[in-house]
């Protein structure tokens, strides 16, 4: 079975600040790891995604995450915050790359951007 | 189609009324997915075609939901005698292969927000 904690259902930043959102995740097997965005009323894109290779992931919109196997990790970070990332963030794990046995999703972290 | 679309985008249905809720996914995907999104929750599996053939519905919460896709294509998912505890988005996503790999991506539509009075 599988599983996504997202720690923090909240997570204010200034602009321009650095932004963090942690996802720890379990499989049973070798995963298969995603970063959505959900702007209001609009359905998930995908930001980035891990499956095999580099542990460092660069994604859209200047976001990155690093798999960290021995942590069980998949935190997702961006240097330096902008008001359009204000959204709703959810990382996801899938055993089969989002096939055959689709996704399963954390709770999701709301990101605030202060000006 | 550019993306997946899904209609009716809002959907108000009384307790008891039966809902159908149409997906369209980008055209050539092999496969489908249906999501229950609860209020500031993830979405949650629900079922998973593979073209025509729904091969896991293990996420359907009850008898009362029911998923189609008879031609490989356009999938309709089904709520029979809707209650308020029905109310979510729906969401559906498509990817072009049925398995995973470096090239799988599901593609998410916006959704069907349905609310149960």
């Known amino acids: 079975a599988q599983s996504v904690t997202q720690l923090g259902s909240h997570v204010s930043v200034s602009e321009g600040a650095l932004v963090l959102l942690r996802c720890n995740y379990s499989?049973?097997?070798?995963?298969?790891l995603f970063w959505y965005v959900q702007y209001p009323n609009q359905g998930l894109q995908l930001l980035l995604k891990?499956?095999?290779?580099?542990?460092l992931v660069k994604g859209i919109n200047g976001f990155e995450a690093e798999f960290k196997k021995s942590e069980t990790s998949f935190h997702l970070t961006k240097p330096s915050a902008h008001m359009s990332d204000a959204a709703e963030y959810f990382c996801?794990?899938?055993?089969?790359?989002?096939?055959?046995?689709?996704?399963?999703f954390g709770k999701g972290t709301h990101l605030i951007i202060q000006p | 189609g550019a993306g997946v679309s899904q209609s009716p985008r809002y959907k108000v249905a009384k307790r008891g009324q039966d809902v159908a809720l149409r997906c369209d996914p980008i055209?050539?995907?092999?496969?489908l997915f249906w999501y229950q999104q609860a209020l500031g929750q993830g979405p949650e599996f629900l079922t998973y075609?593979?073209?025509?053939?729904?091969?896991?519905k293990s996420g359907l919460p009850s008898d009362r939901f029911f998923a189609e896709r008879p031609e490989g294509s356009v999938s309709t998912l089904k709520i029979q005698r809707t209650q308020q505890e029905d109310s979510a988005v729906y969401l559906c996503?498509?990817?072009?292969?049925?398995?995973?790999?470096?090239?799988?991506?599901?593609?998410f539509g916006q959704g069907t927000r349905l609310t149960v009075v």
């Open positions: 891990y499956t095999t290779g580099a542990t």
């Open positions: 996801a794990v899938s055993e089969s790359g989002g096939g055959a046995d689709g996704l399963t």
């Open positions: 499989s049973s097997v070798p995963p298969y």
């Open positions: 055209s050539g995907h092999v496969s």
């Open positions: 996503a498509s990817s072009p292969r049925t398995t995973g790999g470096m090239n799988t991506e599901a593609f």
């Open positions: 075609f593979q073209n025509e053939a729904q091969l896991d």
